[in-house]
């Protein structure tokens, strides 16, 4: 059987290069953080209900937030809805949960954004607290594959590296290709992001050690995501 993806962005794209059979990818859900609209939650529920009523033998996969068990505000409180929903609603399931996503795309996501801004030479604000994760959508894809291809069914799996970043160490690694001079400055605040992976993730050894990862996406996509920013 083949595999249907639903939805068109970033992660939806790199889904259609997976060599996993008998999948529903569902890669419509908000993806927006900052996010406070019903409507918008409302839309990808009922879009992901009628994906369910429709499955049937296929492994249906959700992209949800490694942060979602941790964070109140309303967009990880609907991811973790949607979990549950999908956990007792699907007889045959895998939810990735993922940190920042690395990808040829012109979203707001920390990668585009720091090297966007970098190249115009505008100023960076970054948090005085703050740490980070992110990983590469063809690793995201990869990995995938490998646990499907283990047998693995009906788990949440929290998909990152075992470290994170201060946004500073991606600012200057990309100020460094780019052959720019770093502006930035650092404003009062916390964000902490936790980053654990699961066993079945970390047995797959997907990730570099960090500053060689965050060193190869930049590398990977720069000069890509200024040709369409």
């Known amino acids: ?101 690395a990808g040829v795309t012109n979203n707001k996501t920390l990668l585009p954004f720091f090297v966007q801004r970098i190249n115009t030479g505008k100023t960076v604000s970054i948090l005085r607290e703050c740490s980070r994760s992110i990983v590469d959508v063809e690793d995201v894809v990869k990995g995938f594959d490998a646990l499907y291809n283990k047998g693995l069914t009906n788990e949440v799996l929290d998909f990152c590296p075992d470290y994170t970043f201060h946004p500073i160490e991606l600012a200057e690694i990309i100020a460094e290709y780019l052959k720019k001079d770093l502006r930035f400055k650092c404003v009062d605040g916390s964000s902490l992001q936790k980053c654990a992976p699961s066993a079945e993730v970390a047995q797959l050894n997907l990730f570099n050690k960090k500053s060689k990862y965050l060193i190869q996406i930049v590398e990977k996509y720069a000069d890509t995501i200024i040709r369409i920013s």
């Open 1 to 101: 059987m083949m595999n249907k993806t639903i939805g068109h962005g970033m992660l939806a794209s790199a889904f259609e290069k997976s060599q996993s059979q008998d999948c529903i990818f569902f890669c419509s859900g908000v993806s927006n953080s900052s996010e406070m609209r019903s409507s918008e939650f409302d839309r990808e529920r009922e879009l992901l209900i009628k994906s369910l009523k429709k499955q049937h033998n296929e492994t249906f996969v959700y992209f949800s937030s490694i942060l979602a068990p941790s964070e109140s505000n309303a967009y990880y409180k609907h991811k973790l809805e949607i979990e549950q929903y999908i956990a007792k609603n699907s007889k045959k399931y895998l939810i990735l949960r993922l940190p920042q996503v």
